[in-house]
């Protein structure tokens, strides 16, 4: 998307968030669909960023009906559109992007009471080629570590300068800006691989990658090791409601659940999704939550932005916090059948 946002217009970021050309049609609310997932006390807090024109900034999700409430205090210099976002031991942490020619990246503190955020840091990696970086996905290792994915590129050579292209998993410091690359996945951006999201597996510590491919319509992921900075092969979810589609926002919660926004094809509808041990994620059936809301016409929803915390009390009546919340102010989403840009990852390299 390289229009400001007040032109609404449906060009895309160079950093291709919303996947393929297949999902054209996102007619949805705020509220969502009411999944069969009971409300009961495992159930997290979830947040995620609303970019719209208005409401817009840091909002909690409702994680049975995928119903968005922005927090009440607006965030300071907002970003066009947040491509990630964390919250551990109650400080968040988010990286939004300013669209562009090029594009900005800023890494921001955040409340998760109030929604209030600082005016954020520019995002960088040093060497790196001016205005070639693109982030995507933000995640906190057990150890605390901020970790994001990073595309850029970088010139040498002397008198015959050569350009190389570089896609890492880099860790962020949250306070310069600066993304230090740990391990490189030029092998899988050499496949084709698109890198979505990233998340880390609270019970084990394991990081993982969530990825689509161009030229088909399947969903990936695969397992970080940052003791030998090396990935392990690529896995394909190949359960019931895999069948086409893409990953976006993902995190795990306490109890080792992962959480994430899928952009299913078929229905072309986005849905809040869950997933169990990545034992077993070759064959698992992805449980479908709520409907999620679009970052289409007018760009409601950052569907890179959700990350989980620890699940609110619940008042003698059973009822969850966030949904109460809910039912006094939950955002409606304007209805609208939108065209999907498709931009090819070689373009974007450019």
Not at 73 to 87: A, H, M, S
Not at 270 to 281: F, H, I, K, N, R
Request: avoid cysteine; aromatic fraction near 10%; glycine fraction near 10%.
């Amino acid at each position: 998307r390289h229009s400001t946002r007040k032109e609404q217009t449906m060009t895309r970021t160079p950093i291709r968030f919303a996947g393929r050309a297949a999902v054209a049609g996102i007619a949805l609310t705020a509220m969502g669909i009411l999944a069969a997932s009971p409300v009961n006390a495992a159930v997290p807090a979830l947040y995620t960023y609303l970019d719209g024109t208005n409401p817009y900034g840091y909002s909690t999700m409702s994680a049975t009906t995928g119903a968005v409430t922005p927090l009440p205090t607006l965030p300071t210099n907002p970003p066009d559109e947040v491509v990630g976002e964390e919250l551990t031991n109650g400080v968040g942490t988010a990286i939004g992007v300013f669209s562009g020619d090029p594009s900005e990246f800023f890494i921001y503190d955040w409340n998760a009471t109030t929604g209030a955020s600082n005016a954020g840091v520019p995002a960088f990696v040093a060497g790196a080629a001016e205005g070639s970086l693109v982030i995507s996905g933000l995640d906190t290792r057990n150890d605390g570590t901020l970790i994001t994915y990073a595309e850029y590129t970088t010139t040498g050579g002397g008198e015959f300068p050569t350009t190389s292209h570089h896609s890492v998993i880099a860790t962020v410091n949250r306070d310069t800006g600066e993304l230090l690359p740990v391990i490189g996945l030029d092998d899988l951006y050499d496949s084709d691989y698109i890198v979505n999201s990233l998340a880390t597996d609270p019970l084990t510590g394991i990081s993982y990658v969530f990825m689509e491919q161009e030229g088909n319509n399947l969903a990936f992921w695969v397992e970080l090791d940052f003791d030998t900075q090396t990935f392990d092969i690529p896995g394909t979810f190949d359960g019931a409601g895999f069948e086409s589609g893409f990953f976006q926002g993902a995190d795990f919660d306490a109890s080792g659940t992962l959480w994430f926004i899928y952009g299913n094809n078929d229905r072309e509808m986005y849905e809040l999704s869950t997933l169990g041990s990545p034992a077993t994620w070759a064959t698992d059936a992805r449980t479908v939550v709520a409907d999620a809301a679009s970052n289409y016409a007018p760009y409601p929803l950052s569907e890179l932005a959700l990350t989980t915390a620890p699940a609110p009390a619940l008042a003698e009546t059973g009822a969850e916090f966030p949904v109460a919340l809910l039912a006094l102010g939950s955002v409606a989403v304007i209805a609208g059948v939108v065209t999907v840009v498709t931009v090819s990852r070689k373009r974007r390299a450019a």
